[in-house]
């Protein structure tokens, strides 16, 4: 809470594609770290939505970026996507399009435009940028945070200067955060992960996936977490951007409840609700991240119109139990009841 500026030890989840800075103010309203994903905004609108968080509160905020090295060209395994979806354009009578996914990882660029906004804290997905931008992000006294799926990696991070880690486990929902080993076997569950880091690191550990309710909370806790952050059970808060189609998904348990990684969407593993794309295309042969989204991105909207989620990622950890229709600074309440008794 002192490094974080914080009045209670949790984190919201930065959820690119479901939320915007709305979700992070109203978590930051309820005394813990808004996010905001940054990773499909550009720099003006980053600067715009940090704005609007000012204006509004005196609260710390947490700006995640993605560190992921662009894929080198890839057009035979584009092609071979491609020709793979056909059916389903067919289908749906979708069309093609030509536009390549956004997902920028943080770059030079990219830090002199945020080097302004003074951001409280500044989070990063997939390891973390050179060493001399880390030290640009470090030198305007924000302080760092990361993801780790394995100790070796939090030992990485605690190694370039990391004010805390982040222990992701495998419980948790959309892209792992993997970035020393690409093999999933390594990935382990929150709760082996987090006391295994807490164990080896000397900087603080932060719990993530399958965190729902104060009672996992205080699981977390107990087994040396300093803080927790927490995602899925955002999801259903008015304040995200989701589709109605996804929030009926997310309230329903029998959809809920069978999760898996897949890299139909993106070309990364990721954890979402399990559809009829993730079932048919689990073997497939898909472009690297993030080529692989610009080819199901029609399918997903074509879809959608006809009302259905078969094509869409619907990104969720293991327990959606947690997953409530309530504004997000009540839920953020409600998270802290243990602290606050």
Known sequence: ??????????????????????????????????????????????????????????????????????????????????????????????TAVNAVAERRPFDAAMAEAIAPLQPEVVSFHFGLPEPSLLQQVKSWGSKVIASATTVAEGLWLQAQGVDAVIAQGLEAGGHRGHFLNDDLSWQLGTF?????????????????????????????????????????????????TISQLYRQALADPQRNSHTALTRV??????RGIVNRLMQEQATATIPDFPLAASAVAPLRSAAEQQGSSDFSPLWCGQNASGCRAIPAAELTRQLVTGFQQ
């Open 192 to 240: 082996a992960l987090l006391p295994q880091l807490v164990a080896a690191l000397n900087v603080p550990v932060i719990a993530a996936g399958g965190i729902v309710d104060a009672t996992s909370i205080a699981a977390a806790m107990t087994l040396g977490a300093s803080a927790v952050q927490v995602g899925t059970a955002y999801l259903l808060c008015p304040e995200t």
């Open 1 to 94: 809470m002192q490094l974080l500026g914080v009045k209670w030890p949790l984190i919201q989840a930065p959820m690119a594609g479901a939320q915007g800075i709305e979700l992070a103010l109203a978590v930051a309203s309820a005394g813990a770290l808004g996010s905001l994903p940054c990773a499909m905004l550009n720099a003006t609108q980053i600067q715009q939505a940090v704005a609007q968080f000012r204006q509004q509160t005196k609260a710390p905020i947490n700006l995640n970026f993605f560190c992921h090295t662009p894929p080198i060209a890839q057009p035979q395994k584009l092609q071979q996507w491609q020709q793979r979806l056909q059916p389903y354009y067919r289908e749906l009578s979708a």
């Open 265 to 270: 969407f993106s070309g990364r593993p990721a």
